[in-house]
């Protein structure tokens, strides 16, 4: 009732107010009025005027002259405290640090360092399996699949909340899980039969892709500066798949073909808006479901039954028992999907800009790792090409926060 009676007053009754005065009270005379008003720690600051208190006191005690006598001196005597503005305390020490931002920063960083652990096992029990396994389209059903189960298990188990899909959504994302499917599909061609290294050199290019795609079918005209940075990637891919040891045309071709793909994907879902009542998770859950439907016949088609004991004591002849071939394939599945949707997790904390740079990091930390697993030969020239292009990279990811001048 305090503190409704002063903020209803004050507006009330400002032309009572006199000028403000810039003078500092004493510390006792400080502490002694702050203590009349600061009352049940209020967060919120007031500004009282002496007058109106006086005002109020003096009308409603006209029975009391002597006590107007003394609410009259101790107005004049209190007067250069007019401007004086009471905060009360923080009530614990925590509030005061405000330790939220510290406690986002470790968790954007640990999140970070999962998206980039789990990139490098993946792309190592991948590789390792395609091997002995060559067999992209079913390896890639098969980690779709354990991507679905962990899905609907989430889901089950209430962890994550369950989307209602609409006819109209699911008509607009059936087109981007196409492409995320054939994205993923070219990507393990390529994987089992260029280097590590090298797809991940090529895959680099994918930022000419979003300029291109955004230009015919967003019709967005990008600056002299994103342009600029194209030229490091192209010439620095160039330069890489020209001394590239294990290079083969059906290892670029596929590894090329996925960044089309990939990024048409991106610049369709900006295109066609389906988010909507989506988040980033359940939108990635739901292509995900929808890619497994949609490849498992199709590799079936492409490369029959795989999953016979003949296959797969071919496998081990190669240096990976079925046993070894099994524990791989369900580590290589479990990262797939799991990186994948930590870096959607990462794309709701963070701008579109810091997660482009990230991505950046994670594929030099990627290329390094697999070059010493693997014991990848490695020319000069070709580490000044992929050095090249993945600077390239970064700098397309910082021309895309310079904003045209408006003419």
């Not at 002496?50 to 107007?68: A, D, G, K, R, V």
Request: glycine share 4%; proline share 6%; hydrophobic share 45%.
């Amino acid at each position: 009732m305090i503190q409704g009676t002063a903020l209803a007053l004050s507006p009330s009754t400002s032309f009572l107010k006199p000028p403000c005065r810039n003078s500092i009270p004493k510390p006792s005379q400080l502490s002694a009025s702050t203590s009349l008003i600061q009352l049940d720690n209020l967060t919120c600051v007031h500004r009282l005027s002496w007058q109106t208190l006086f005002y109020t006191f003096s009308s409603s005690s006209s029975s009391f002259p002597s006590f107007n006598k003394i609410s009259a001196s101790f107005l004049f005597s209190s007067r250069r405290y007019d401007d004086l503005k009471v905060r009360a305390a923080p009530e614990s020490a925590e509030e005061a640090s405000n330790p939220s931002g510290m406690v986002k920063t470790l968790q954007l960083g640990a999140l970070f360092g999962i998206w980039y652990l789990l990139n490098i096992y993946f792309n190592i029990y991948n590789k390792q399996v395609l091997k002995v396994y060559p067999f992209p389209a079913t390896m890639t059903a098969f980690q779709f699949g354990c991507g679905t189960m962990m899905i609907l298990l989430m889901w089950a188990f209430n962890l994550y909340p369950k989307p209602n899909i609409t006819r109209s959504q699911l008509g607009a994302i059936v087109p981007l899980a196409v492409a995320h499917t054939m994205g993923n599909l070219l990507t393990n061609i390529s994987l089992g039969k260029v280097a590590v290294s090298f797809t991940h050199t090529i895959k680099a290019m994918e930022p000419f892709f979003t300029v291109l795609f955004s230009a015919l079918l967003l019709a967005e005209r990008p600056t002299v500066w994103v342009v600029s940075s194209l030229v490091p990637i192209v010439g620095g891919v160039a330069l890489a798949s020209f001394t590239e040891a294990s290079f083969n045309w059906i290892g670029f071709s596929s590894a090329m073909a996925s960044n089309l793909t990939n990024q048409s994907r991106n610049v369709l879902s900006k295109k066609l808006m389906v988010k909507e009542s989506l988040d980033n998770i359940n939108l990635f859950s739901v292509i995900t479901i929808i890619s497994f439907i949609l490849l498992v016949p199709s590799a079936i088609l492409l490369e029959g039954v795989k999953f016979t004991p003949a296959y797969l004591h071919s496998a081990a002849s190669q240096g990976l028992n079925v046993r070894e071939l099994c524990v791989r394939s369900l580590l290589a599945g479990f990262c797939f999907h799991t990186y994948q949707q930590v870096s959607y997790k990462i794309l709701e904390m963070v701008s579109p800009v810091t997660h482009s740079v990230g991505n950046c990091v994670k594929r030099v930390v990627v290329i390094v790792s697999t070059v010493i697993f693997f014991q990848t030969p490695v020319s000069p020239i070709n580490s000044l090409g992929t050095g090249l292009a993945l600077a390239g990279v970064f700098l397309y990811s910082r021309a895309k926060t310079i904003k045209p001048k408006p003419n």
